[in-house]
C-alpha cells in the first residue's frame, strides 16, 4: 500500500532562513530597496543561487534598459507569469513607459516604435515557438538595426526571464507587486 504524497508548498525564506552569503545580499537589497522582493527570496533556497541568478541580470549588456525591459515584459506574459508582469510593469513604469505603452509590449504589438516592434515581434515568437522564430522576425529584428551581440543579449535576457517565471509558476510564492491588468 502506497501513502498519498502530500502537496509540495512554499514559503518565503526569511533571512534567519538563508545562507551567510544570502543573508549579505538579503541586507543589501533591503538597505537598496527597502526589501527583498519574494522572487529573490525564493532563490535564496540555495546557497548560491540567488548570487548567480543577480550576476545574470547584472551583466553587461548591448540592450538598454528599456529593451530588456521589453524582453522582460514579453516572455513573462508567454508565460503567463504572474509574479513577474506585475514586477516588470513597476520596473517599466520607473523606466518611463507608460501604462497603455506597457499593454503594447505585454501583447508584443507595438505601435509607438518600430524598433521596439520588432524586438517584441522578435521575442514572442522566439518564446513561443522554443527559440525557433519566424524568417521574418529574424530579420526584421537585424533590420531595425539590432546585430549579432543583440542577438546572444537577447538570448540572454529569455533565458534569465524563464527561470524566474517558471520559479514563481512552480511555487506559486506571494506576489509582492501592485496588480496590472489582465491581456
Known amino acids: 500500500m502506497t501513502t498519498p504524497i502530500e502537496k509540495v508548498s512554499f514559503t518565503v525564506p ?5 545562507s551567510d552569503n ?12 527597502g526589501m527583498v522582493p519574494n522572487l529573490y527570496a525564493t532563490f535564496a533556497y540555495n546557497d548560491t543561487a540567488l548570487a548567480d541568478y543577480l550576476a545574470l541580470q547584472n551583466r553587461k549588456s548591448t540592450l538598454t534598459a528599456k529593451e530588456r525591459e521589453i ?8 508565460n503567463d507569469c504572474k509574479y513577474c ?20 509590449i505585454r501583447r508584443a504589438q507595438i505601435s509607438f516604435n518600430e524598433k521596439y516592434a520588432a524586438l517584441a515581434t522578435f521575442v514572442k515568437e522566439t518564446a513561443v515557438n522554443k527559440g525557433r522564430p519566424s524568417e521574418n522576425a529574424l530579420e526584421n529584428f537585424f533590420e531595425a538595426g539590432y546585430n549579432k551581440a543583440s542577438l546572444v543579449d537577447v538570448m540572454m535576457v529569455i533565458g534569465d526571464k524563464i ?16 496588480a496590472v491588468p489582465n491581456i
Open 14 to 18: 526569511t533571512r534567519d532562513e538563508v
Open 22 to 33: 544570502n543573508k549579505s545580499i538579503f541586507d543589501h537589497m533591503q538597505k537598496a530597496f
Open 71 to 78: 524582453i522582460n515584459l514579453v516572455v513573462s506574459q508567454v
Open 85 to 104: 508582469v506585475p514586477a516588470h510593469t513597476a520596473i517599466s513604469k520607473m523606466h518611463g513607459f507608460t501604462d497603455d505603452e506597457i499593454l503594447q
Open 163 to 178: 527561470m524566474s517565471n517558471y520559479l514563481h509558476n512552480i511555487t506559486q510564492i506571494p506576489v509582492d507587486w501592485p
